[in-house]
């Protein structure tokens, strides 16, 4: 047997449980966890907002540990391995999206603390497909939040397409939005931090990957046009691209307003009611809307790699198992900075 915060009801407080310790299939690896990230995407699966979500089932899909046993069809882990997972769990190998080699796009897979076990557990199981190599000196509450906050924004900023030396902005300096700000100036974009709160934009200006403009977006947009073109520059007034990194309805006309003519908007936020598009406006700046989900094993590497070799930094907070509904709590008061961490002994 093994603890776990195990969800047996939507819609109710975290607790913790007493389950059995899972077995490797031929194809999986078993995880001892070390670290295990909370995401908003959980709390939408605690809610029930993923029809195929299925109770009972273990929180987090974003895990970082130690392999303890390998199923008789790996070959490239070994025990005691330092490793991550990326949060599908499988895949099948058939449908077009398989076969075009994105399988992150199967219908047919489970995802880690959605339709599968998660991270929030001593043990977990893990598909070999979907597990990736940390480097020796990354710790694991870093690792972690790059299992899906690291690896979706940088897909996002991927999926932009903006030519190197060109501007992004970020919109919503939370989870995503400190590691993409850092992801994208590694990467050799101008970057605009937008968000809420002065102290988010605080947290990322204290980088040293720092961005080039800090936005409020409590501002009038022409204020904010203005700070980017005094800093930033273009063609036109705006800029290059806009990733939104949030899940609060207002940030789309906000991202749309501060997209420049001919730009591209990558949607990541997954409102439960929904975005509302002004047409008008986006037809009339000729923009171009991207929705992207998170990155491959192979993206997820290269992630790692930048992280090793930048130096970047991940705000995390830990906490212990047994505080996950404080942990809960705390997020829905509005009062997280970054990510927050189950940190496992």
């Known amino acids: 047997m093994m603890k776990a915060v195990q969800v047996q009801e939507f819609n109710a407080p975290y607790h913790v449980s ?192 720092r961005p080039d403009v800090c936005l409020l977006a409590t501002d009038p947009v022409e204020k904010s046009l203005e700070q980017i073109a005094t800093t930033i520059g273009g063609e036109y007034p705006g800029l290059d691209a806009t990733i939104l990194a949030t899940d609060h309805p207002a940030a789309l006309k906000l991202s749309i307003d501060l997209t420049r003519k001919h730009g591209t908007l990558v949607l990541l936020g997954q409102p439960e009611a929904g975005f509302q598009i002004p047409f008008h406006t986006f037809v009339f700046k000729d923009l171009t809307l991207i929705g992207s989900l998170i990155a491959d094993i192979d993206q997820a590497k290269e992630l790692l790699d930048m992280f090793t070799k930048y130096k970047l930094q991940v705000a995390v907070k830990e906490w212990k198992l047994e505080e996950a509904e404080q942990l809960r709590q705390e997020y829905l008061a509005g009062g997280s900075i970054g990510k927050n961490v189950i940190v496992f002994d």
């Not at 195929?52 to 970082?64: C, M, Q």
């Not at 025990?79 to 769990?89: A, S």
């Not at 897979?109 to 043990?123: C, F, P, R, S, V």
């Not at 939005?177 to 937008?194: E, N, P, R």
Request: glycine fraction near 12%; charge should be negative.
């Open 18 to 209: 007493e389950v059995p310790k899972p077995v490797p299939q031929p194809h999986q690896v078993l995880v001892r966890i070390k670290a295990g990230g909370f995401c908003h995407t959980d709390l939408m699966a605690l809610n029930h907002e993923f029809k195929d979500t299925r109770l009972p089932f273990i929180a987090s899909h974003e895990p970082a540990g130690i392999i303890e046993a390998v199923g008789d069809q790996v070959t490239e882990f070994k025990v005691g391995d330092r490793v991550g997972t990326i949060n599908m769990d499988t895949s099948c190998g058939k449908c077009p999206d398989c076969k075009a080699g994105i399988p992150v796009y199967c219908e047919g897979n489970l995802m880690k603390g959605i339709t599968a076990d998660g991270a929030w557990a001593e043990y977990m199981v893990s598909d070999a497909r979907f597990t990736v190599k940390l480097p020796d000196e990354m710790d694991f509450k870093t690792a972690a939040p790059l299992m899906c906050a690291g690896i979706t924004i940088y897909r996002g900023i991927v999926q932009a397409r903006v030519p190197k030396g060109g501007s992004i902005g970020i919109v919503g300096i939370g989870g995503l939005g400190h590691i993409g700000t850092q992801v994208a100036k590694c990467m050799g974009y101008k970057v605009a931090a937008v968000d809420v709160k002065q102290s988010a934009l605080d947290t990322v200006n204290a980088y040293e990957y």
